[in-house]
């Protein structure tokens, strides 16, 4: 069944307060409810029955008002879960269900992880606990009483404050937990088990001392430190930034092992996957501290994005999670370089986001109707949505933006919205009008500008004319314009600064300014260009769009060089290598792999090189910069640029550029290890770690080119440097090769971290992302190895999803061998975890872009899984869209 935005309700009843027992066991866990019932009589129709959401649960009572309720008469179990039939005004409801976490290998609800119990209810797993009105607008006061074992489940922890505590009979204790703030029931946990806390403090601006508190495996305490100060950076940045200060006296995140996504914002006590909390150098990689420290910062900013003002629906949730991306971007731009941060999250946008854009599964980033709403946590949601956020920030200024977010809390603080009133809150606070930039809410696809222009020498004037399109999706076959900025400036042929001056304005600006496209078509005229000038457009990326300019290769050479803008500067790079590969990739261009560097790669790699290979490294050079600008455009944006892709042609491209640059550059890349080879103890600074990345890059590329000195350095760091950031990266450099020790260092590495769930991760990685021939067949061994498990979601991503997403070439073998291993784990992992199979599934989806040949492998594999018995809906829904393409 289908849910629409367009047939919304308010609930028939509110629940101001709740008091729940949990009985808690691994088998068989009690749920008590006692549950306020208040009619709204603004939306009840006499008559109407209550349907309080439920799935698996097995009801052992039922009263109103202490009165035991009769099925068939009072009530009546439902698919959804139990209606009451004649629902009173008002009154008291005590229902008691059991469940069995042990059985619940969905991972939603309440579920056991190792010997812990804990919950995700987000979006819908609350109605896996309890009979509920399991909706984001419906807001309550929870008091939660635990009961475990002493002996099992020593700490219990729930949201809100700890109001009791103490010790049964028969060896059981119990806690009891308030949270003074009405929530919704997505944001309800609870966690049981033998864990430890690492413990500290943060005083707020306002003077109140805040617990910070860390529980994990005690194996793990060791490993919480960066991401304790991750959230006290986080904490005072908010305060800064955004004038938003913690709201209870405690705060509470949980490592646990089995975890469907990243982490989970619940009110003063987030869950998180351990790949999102736990780091050490000896096991934690650069990207693993970021990423750390990004999503510590994004759950903490869900606080106030998310909690304190919540969504209406769930067709509103970009207008949470994209708004809180946003801030944790901002956040990693402010804590790290922001150039550096930008250019990544635009990689990662252009390398997930814009494919599904343009494939089977596009939505709007307010989706206007889903079958299962786990499904629409995706790209377009949160990295789109998040884009969204940036354009009004672009828009309107810091400043203007701030105050948008200042109204929008004055007037939402407490309730459960929709992305219009955040919309209206920028608008409204800034006296601007922002009905047309509504449309990046409405309309899916990614919107292409191009832009031609004009250069009069005897007028001095510069025209330049944007055209904005937007190709259909599916249900979208037509598009308005949409409200585009796009931040640019103007460059002499030598790389200066010009002064830009529209016409009508008084006076010229310097720097980056703000154009507003709003039209299909539309020209702005400079006044007063001292010469025909190079446009640096999209600066920043100020907005989601393809933009397309017949640059010459002198200019894109000179923005590359002198862009006073970091973006601007990578990007004209990425142009260039972007044409030479999709030249090479091009099905018409039948010939051997290239050999040689054309002269654009060549001059750009070796400008690149440059200020690092002299006597001294060049003033601002930045190495974690310079890493960005060598690593070649990934194949899954590549794929986005070409009618019909090829993805072997694509990766054989890819690969033999990679060559080129690695024999061509041999000496410089050289140079460049010796020189950032770090002899002091590990820092997981960002300077640190852009050190680390360009001479990790320097070994990539060597490597690639065959470098022999390169692959025994490979070998000796994959088997001894002593942190995983340089560890790793030899290891992957190396399982490319057949290098003679290959299989050694792997077994190696392997026994030197078999302890270590999330190290044993990036191992089978690293494998499933080797350019072997034989890595499907490794693949599939590697399933069989005893530290592999199917039914955890980390190794599941590791192997499988590293292999099917980021092996591209192999995955699209035309033998049709990778479609039919993905399809067989789709249909095995459903069998239990319908979330994750419906992750799994995504790269089958694009059949449509592929060449004829692949076309009918993807299709019939995509068939085979639809007519799989007891298929999930969530994977039914993504499968059926991709079929219908
Ligand atoms: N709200 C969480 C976050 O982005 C994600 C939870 C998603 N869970 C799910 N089952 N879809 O921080
Ligand atoms: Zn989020």
């Not at 980056?512 to 600066?539: C, H, K, M, Y």
Request: hydrophobic residues 40%; negative net charge; charged residues 20%.
């Amino acid at each position: 069944t289908v849910t629409r935005l367009a047939d919304y309700r308010p609930p028939l009843y509110r629940l101001p307060s709740v008091s729940l027992t949990f009985w808690l066991d691994r088998q068989k866990t009690t749920v008590e409810a006692r549950i306020r019932l208040e009619r709204d009589e603004a939306v009840y129709r006499p008559g109407e029955s209550l349907l309080l959401h439920g799935g698996k649960l097995a009801l052992e009572s039922l009263t109103l008002e202490g009165e035991p309720l009769m099925e068939g008469r009072d009530y009546r179990l439902v698919p959804d879960g139990l209606e009451l039939l004649n629902p009173p005004v008002a009154g008291e409801l005590v229902s008691r269900v059991s469940i069995d976490p042990s059985a619940n290998l969905e991972l939603e609800g309440l579920y056991a992880s190792g010997d812990m119990l804990c919950t995700q209810c987000e979006a819908e797993g609350f109605r896996k606990i309890t009979y509920w009105l399991d909706r984001p607008d419906l807001l309550s006061v929870y008091t939660v009483k635990l009961i475990a074992s002493a002996a099992d489940y020593p700490v219990l922890l729930a949201n809100g404050n700890c109001i009791e505590h103490g010790t049964m009979p028969g060896g059981q204790h119990f806690a009891v937990w308030h949270d003074p703030f009405p929530k919704p029931a997505y944001l309800f946990a609870v966690v049981a088990g033998q864990l430890v806390k690492t413990a500290d403090r943060f005083t707020t601006r306002s003077g109140r001392t805040v617990d910070l508190e860390i529980w994990t495996r005690a194996a793990d305490a060791a490993k919480t430190g960066h991401a304790m100060m991750s959230l006290k950076h986080s904490m005072a940045w908010d305060e800064q930034v955004f004038g938003l200060e913690y709201d209870l006296d405690i705060y509470m995140i949980v490592a646990v092992g089995d975890f469907n996504m990243g982490a989970m914002e619940n009110k003063g006590l987030n869950v998180f996957n351990t790949k999102y909390v736990l780091a050490d150098p000896q096991t934690a990689t650069d990207l693993d501290y970021q990423g750390i420290e990004a999503v510590i910062a994004h759950e903490y900013f869900h606080n106030w994005t998310g909690n304190r003002v919540t969504c209406r629906d769930w067709f509103q949730l970009s207008l949470k999670e994209g708004l809180t991306v946003f801030r944790d971007q901002q956040f990693s731009a402010d804590m790290n370089s922001a150039a550096v941060q930008r250019i990544g999250n635009v990689r990662g946008l252009r390398a997930v986001q814009f494919p599904e854009d343009a494939g089977p599964t596009a939505h709007p980033v307010r989706p206007d109707s889903y079958v299962e709403i786990n499904n629409f946590y995706t790209a377009t949601v949160y990295n789109k949505g998040a884009e969204v956020v940036r354009m009004y920030h672009t828009l309107l200024g810091a400043d203007g933006f701030r105050r948008g977010m200042d109204l929008y809390f004055q007037r939402h603080d407490g309730q459960a919205v929709t992305c219009d009133d955040f919309r209206a809150a920028m608008a409204d606070a800034n006296g601007v009008d922002l009905s047309q930039f509504g449309r990046w809410y409405s309309q899916a696809g990614t919107p292409v500008v191009r832009v031609t222009d004009q250069y009069d020498t005897e007028t001095k004037t510069y025209t330049l004319t944007m055209t904005q399109s937007c190709p259909p999706t599916p249900g979208q076959p037509v598009k308005e314009p949409f409200l585009i900025p796009i931040a640019m400036g103007l460059l002499s042929a030598d790389g200066q600064t010009l002064p830009t001056q529209l016409t009508g304005e008084a006076t010229a600006q310097a720097g980056t300014r703000v154009l507003r496209l709003s039209d299909v078509r539309q020209s702005f005229t400079f006044v007063n260009v001292a010469e025909a000038p190079i446009p640096s457009l999209l600066r920043g990326f100020s907005a989601p769009v393809k933009l397309e300019r017949a640059w010459t290769d002198a200019e894109l050479a000179t923005l590359a060089a002198h862009d006073s803008d970091a973006f601007a500067r990578w990007e004209a790079g990425q142009t260039v290598l972007t044409r030479v590969l999709l030249a090479d990739a091009d099905p018409a261009s039948i010939g051997p792999a290239r050999t040689d560097l054309p002269e654009t790669v060549a001059n750009l790699v070796a400008a690149t090189l440059a200020p690092f290979t002299g006597e001294t490294v060049g003033a601002g050079a930045d190495p974690a910069f310079a890493a960005l600008c060598l690593a070649l455009p990934g194949e899954a944006y590549l794929a986005e640029l070409v009618p019909v892709v090829y993805p072997d042609r694509l990766h054989a491209a890819r690969n033999a550029l990679r060559t080129a640059i690695g024999r061509r550059y041999a000496d410089d890349l050289l140079k460049i290890i010796a020189r950032f080879t770090d002899t002091g103890p590990f820092q997981p600074t960002a300077e640190a770690a852009g050190r680390r990345a360009l001479r990790n890059t320097a070994l990539d590329l060597l490597v690639a080119g065959g470098n022999s000195a390169a692959i025994a350095l490979a070998a000796d760091q994959a088997k001894a440097a002593g942190n995983m950031t340089d560890r790793l990266a030899a290891l992957t450099a190396l399982v490319d090769t057949d290098h003679p020790e290959r299989s050694a260092i792997l077994e190696a590495f392997q026994a030197d971290f078999a302890e270590d769930a999330l190290v044993l991760d990036k191992w089978f990685t690293v494998q499933a992302l080797s350019r072997r021939a034989d890595t499907l067949a490794q693949v599939t061994a590697l399933l069989g190895h005893p530290a592999y498990d199917a039914k955890n979601p980390n190794k599941v991503r590791a192997l499988v999803g590293s292999f099917t997403t980021g092996n591209r070439a192999q995955f699209h073998a035309l033998d049709g061998s990778g479609y039919g291993f993905l399809a067989d784990q789709v249909i095995a992992t459903d069998g239990f975890n319908g979330k994750l199979a419906a992750r799994l599934v995504a790269p089958l989806a694009p059949w449509k872009k592929m060449d004829p040949a692949r076309q009918g492998l993807m299709r019939a594999e995509l068939d085979r899984i639809r007519k799989t018995p007891g298929l999930s809906k969530d994977v039914t829904e993504i499968v059926e869209k991709a079929l219908a393409a």
